[in-house]
């Protein structure tokens, strides 16, 4: 016999219970849920924001960059791609930078447009205004380096003046490029992009003044123009490299040695001009008379682009030699392109009181006596000073 068990109050109560606590089960997974949703939106709230901050944080720690133009091959236009001839400083920097993809990614950069000519136009004004300029911006805490846009013919001229007015340890960086902004395979956006971000690397601080051009970085004291036309035109041949940069990656491996910016003595704050330095190309058979052209119209320095060892024949060395007793500083240089001017070699400096320029070439030699020449010195000084610079 089969017995069934009838269901008691406390049974009903039992289910009633287990109903009420299923509901309450529910409702509680319900509010859980309602909990951890709000916490995960919180949370998704909070990457985001920590993220922002992070991105903003980062723009933040961009080097500030400011590049001064100045003109030249770097902005220049021309009617094709292709063609040989154009025009210099025919772009603005605002153009220039447009042209340089991801430049935003690795600095924050400003541009000014101090001159825009051709760099055989380029002139001790114009060098003194970048000069100054860069003097000022260099004080201001929220700029980490100075690029300069320039023509590649008197670029190591406007550099080397730099090296030796500018007083500042901030990277200050030249650049300019062999080929127009409108010629086919254009070597100035990559240029730029080198330059800046050279000018924005730690690394660079204390290096004096820089060139960067395809992809080698040259120290203004020792890079040379070599070619009129091939895009590896600059050169260190006695010194070599700084370092290169090869998209935006850097790395440095020589430190010049020679006094320059923060430990140059040269102060042009109040200069208004500076005095006239001639050049004069010695060859075979030279004629003495062009030294005594130089005196009459108002030299007081003259650098002999010599033959070998910074020599001249014996007609100018005469010339030279009345030339120093009138009170014009004549510096022996040489117009080969590597190598160094020793003194008392085979001209006797010593007796007739030239200075020797060491290795410096004629151009560069040019730059420190006419800064050399703002106070009067004793020719000895101004050897000791083309062993320094």
């Not at 009633?16 to 916490?39: H, L, P």
């Not at 090296?163 to 960086?173: A, E, F, I, S």
């Not at 491996?253 to 208004?272: A, G, L, Q």
């Amino acid at each position: 016999m089969i017995h069934r068990r009838r269901k008691s109050a406390s049974d009903a109560e039992g289910v009633s219970s287990a109903r009420v606590y299923s509901i309450q089960s529910i409702s509680v997974k319900g509010d859980t849920m309602k909990t951890n949703f709000k916490f995960l939106y919180f949370l998704l709230i909070l990457v985001l924001v920590v993220s922002w901050q992070e991105a903003s944080a980062q723009a933040k720690k961009l080097p500030n960059i400011v590049i001064l133009a100045t003109g030249g091959t770097i902005a220049g236009a021309a009617a094709t791609g292709t063609q040989s001839g154009y025009t210099s400083g025919a772009v603005t920097i605002d153009a220039m930078l447009t042209a340089v993809p991801g430049i935003k990614e690795i600095a924050n950069v400003k541009g000014e447009q101090i001159s825009n000519v051709g760099s055989q136009d380029m002139t001790f004004e114009i060098m003194m205004k970048v000069a100054r300029r860069i003097n000022e911006l260099a004080k201001k805490s929220d700029v980490d380096g100075v690029v300069v846009t320039h023509g590649t013919d008197t670029m190591e001229e406007t550099a080397y003046f730099l090296n030796l007015t500018v007083k500042t340890d901030k990277p200050v960086v030249l650049v300019g490029s062999m080929r127009p902004s409108t010629a086919v395979s254009a070597d100035g956006p990559l240029n730029i992009y080198n330059a800046v971000a050279v000018a924005g690397d730690p690394n660079a601080k204390g290096r004096g003044v820089l060139v960067v051009m395809n992809d080698w970085i040259h120290a203004a004291h020792s890079l040379t123009k070599t070619s009129t036309t091939a895009i590896q035109t600059f050169m260190s041949p006695l010194r070599g490299l700084v370092g290169v940069s090869a998209y935006g990656k850097n790395d440095f491996y020589n430190n010049p040695t020679w006094k320059h910016t923060t430990s140059s003595e040269f102060d042009i704050t109040n200069v208004t001009k500076l005095p006239r330095v001639d050049i004069i190309f010695a060859c075979a058979d030279m004629s003495p008379d062009l030294i005594d052209a130089c005196v009459a119209n108002g030299a007081k320095g003259i650098v002999i682009a010599g033959v070998g060892n910074g020599n001249m024949n014996k007609a100018s060395v005469d010339a030279a030699a009345r030339a120093v007793k009138k009170g014009v500083v004549v510096v022996r240089s040489s117009r080969v392109a590597t190598g160094m001017v020793d003194r008392n070699v085979e001209i006797n400096d010593d007796e007739l009181g030239f200075v020797a320029s060491d290795e410096l070439n004629p151009q560069k030699s040019r730059i420190l006596l006419t800064l050399a020449l703002l106070k009067d010195r004793p020719a000895a000084e101004i050897q000791t000073m083309f062993r320094s610079y």
